[in-house]
């Protein structure tokens, strides 16, 4: 797109934005501040209007109309107009800037900037706090991968879960909901964008697995500042807008913690389990108490508990040392009756591969830690069994 096409879609995207009226102040939608973000890359146009929860609830159908407008300009080739109601009651609407907020694309687009792919072709959820509805339905399974805590390991654990699955003969799919923090195109070395077809977008084929990550799609800093509905908003969209086709499992990375996006997920998504990561210390012991809780209170039932960094194995002398202690893991699950699915060393070569996009499971299914990952995967296929069998019957 040269820069004389871009600026024309710069200006098209303006004129319909001023020509769309807040239904309660009267002001066309920019003037009212309700445009949080405008993004166009490619013919592919996103905007997010933003409003408090009352106000928000009478915006729908200028949204629906900007989204119409947007896709009937010439040269536009999608549009997705995002609603979030994530402003304090009450709250003065943003002053009108005076132009739309900077559309995040260099321009001629392209060049190596990572573009908005969100299609809008399903049924997606235009303010965040819409009806709940059980999405991700066309996988058998849709396990969730938590962890009370960040750092502990759970990408990492996700990730080789996943090719574990796969190895057993599963069609499996990965689906990054670790919205602030995506690391899974890092770990499995996906440079390139998906495909948008018939408005869907298409995962990325990678080591055996169908995947998808919020980091395909746009810079990871403008991921990591999202605010709660937003993140919502974006997960949801990701649920619905993925054609992924048919897959047995399809193994969710959840963002770490146990707030609200986690508790969401847990009622929005039919999950047949989750895997809860922890490392051995107290601390992340107590996290990974919460989580468990967290998913029992929502009826999910635990597929049990990864020990991660389970001991600290010296690449040069091979000699074991319980860096974060040991064992705490396996107890743990004893206490709360849940499963433990195993543990996995922390292994200089686990982080390695992972740095370097070759996942250890992928690249040396026989070291240590792949025979690690590998024991986990075969026992939650195992107590996905049944379901697997249930759906395939039905
Ligand atoms: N068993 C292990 N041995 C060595 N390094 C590991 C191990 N598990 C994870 N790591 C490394 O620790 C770091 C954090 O791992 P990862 O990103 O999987 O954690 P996370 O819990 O998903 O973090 P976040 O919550 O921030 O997303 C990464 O650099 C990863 O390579």
Redesign the pocket.
């Known amino acids: 797109m040269t820069d004389i096409e871009k600026g024309t879609l710069d200006q098209a995207v303006r004129q319909v934005l001023e020509r769309v009226r807040d239904p309660r102040s009267q002001q066309d939608l920019v003037t009212a501040g309700l445009v949080e973000s405008v993004r166009i890359q490619g013919g592919l146009v996103q905007i997010t209007l933003a409003a408090d929860r009352a106000h928000a609830a009478g915006l729908e159908p200028a949204r629906a109309e900007v989204e119409r407008a947007l896709r009937a300009v010439p040269g536009i080739m999608n549009a997705t107009v995002v609603l979030t109601a994530h402003r304090p009651a009450g709250s003065a609407p943003a002053p009108a800037p005076a132009r739309p907020p900077v559309p995040a694309a260099p321009a001629g687009g392209g060049g190596g900037h990572r573009p908005i792919g969100l299609g809008g072709g399903g049924p997606a959820p235009a303010a965040t706090d819409g009806p709940p509805a059980k999405l991700l339905a066309g996988a058998k399974a849709v396990i969730a991968v938590a ?1 009370g805590k ?8 996700a990730v080789n879960l996943a090719i574990g699955l796969a190895r057993t003969g599963l069609s499996v799919g990965l689906l990054d909901a ?1 919205i602030h ?1 995506p ?1 899974l195109p890092r770990m499995l070395g996906i440079t390139h964008q998906p495909e948008v077809r018939d408005k869907r977008l298409i995962p990325i084929d990678a080591w055996g697995l169908k995947v998808m990550s919020i980091g395909l799609l746009v810079e990871e800093r403008t991921a990591m500042i999202w605010r709660g509905p937003m993140v919502m908003g974006a997960l949801q969209q990701l649920m619905v807008d993925v054609d992924w086709g048919e897959l047995d499992v399809l193994v969710v990375d959840m963002p ?1 913690g146990t707030g609200d996006a986690q508790l969401t997920m847990a009622q929005k998504v039919a999950l047949a389990g989750a895997v809860i ?1 922890s490392t051995p210390q107290d601390i992340a012991l107590l996290d990974a108490r919460r989580g468990v809780a967290m998913f029992e209170k929502t009826r999910v039932p635990v597929l049990g508990i990864v020990e ?2 389970s001991t600290f194995c010296c690449p040069n002398c091979g000699h074991s040392t319980p860096l974060f202690g040991h064992g705490g893991a396996r107890a743990e699950a004893q206490t709360l009756g849940v499963p433990f699915l195993g543990e ?5 070569d ?2 390695v591969s ?2 370097a996009g070759t996942p250890i499971l992928a690249s040396a299914p026989d070291s240590d830690a792949g025979r690690a990952y590998m024991a986990i995967a075969t026992r939650v296929a195992e107590a996905l069994r049944p379901q697997l069998e249930k759906k395939r019957a039905g």
Not at 150 to 157: A, E, H, L, N, P
Not at 344 to 348: A, E, G, I, K, R
């Open positions: 962890s960040g750092g502990v390991g759970k990408s990492t654990t670790d923090g690391s770490p990561v991660n960094m996995v060393p922390l292994l200089l686990i982080r992972a740095d």
